[in-house]
C-alpha cells in the first residue's frame, strides 16, 4: 500500500507540476494581453484623430474628383447644345479681358471730359468775367508806373511818358529810371491786367506786352501795368 501511495504522488506531483506550469504561462499571457489593451486604450484617441484626418483627406479628394467631373459633364454638354451659355462664357478669357479694358479706358474718358468741361466752364466763366470788368475800366482806374530803361542816356523821357498817359486820363504811379537797360520798350502787366495793358499800350505806342518781372514790379509798386521804355522807342503819338 505504501508502493502504491508513493507512485501515485510521485505522478500527481509530477501532474501538479505540470498545472503549475500551465497556469503561470496563462497567467503571463493575460497580463500581456491586459497590457496591450491598456495601450491600445490610451492610444485610441490619436487613432480616432488619423481616422478624422484620413476621412477628411478622402472626403476632399472625392470632392475633388466629383467637380472634374462635373466641369467635363457641363464641357460635355455645352458642345452637345444642351446647355446655352452666356455671352460672357462665349467670349472667353481673352476676350474678358479685352472687354474689361475697354470699359475701363471708356469711363476713364468720361471721366476725363467731364472734368475738363467742368474746369473749361469755369476757366472760360472767370475769364469771360475779366474781360469784360476789363473792358469796361476807365484810364482813370488803371494805374500806370513808368520806367526810363534806356540806360539814363535820355533824361526826363518817363516823365513825357507819364505826361502823355496823364492826357489820356490814366492815373500814373512811379515815374522814374530803371535798374537795367532794356533795348526793346514793353508794356508789363500784372495777372489779369492784359486788356488794361493793351490800352495803355495803344495810348503810348507800344505794342510788345508781358507778365510784369519782379525787379520791375519792385520799381513800380502799386501800379496795375507799367511801361518800361527801351532804346528801339519810338515818338510818342501825337508827336
Known sequence: MTDVIQTVGAYAGLVALLAMGVL??????????????RDWAGG????????????????????????????????????????ETSYWDRLGRSGRIIAIVAVVLILGAAAAWAATSLLGSDDNSGTGKRAAQSK????????????????????????????VLNKDGFKTGVVTDATDTFTESVVMFKNGQQTEARKVGKAVGIDNFEPVQQDVA??????????????????????
Open 218 to 239: 519792385d520799381l513800380s509798386s502799386g501800379a496795375d501795368v507799367t511801361v518800361v521804355i527801351g532804346t528801339d522807342h519810338g515818338p510818342l503819338p501825337g508827336e
Open 136 to 163: 469796361n475800366v476807365k484810364p482813370a482806374q488803371i494805374t500806370v508806373g513808368v520806367l526810363n530803361g534806356t540806360g539814363g542816356t535820355e533824361q526826363g523821357l518817363a516823365a513825357q511818358y507819364a505826361e
Open 44 to 83: 485610441a484617441p490619436e487613432r480616432d484623430a488619423e481616422v478624422r484626418e484620413v476621412s477628411e483627406i478622402v472626403a476632399e479628394e472625392r470632392s475633388a474628383e466629383l467637380k472634374v467631373l462635373a466641369d467635363r459633364e457641363e464641357r460635355r454638354m455645352e458642345r452637345a447644345g444642351l446647355v
Open 24 to 37: 503561470a504561462f496563462l497567467v503571463f499571457s493575460q497580463a500581456r494581453d491586459i497590457r496591450r489593451l
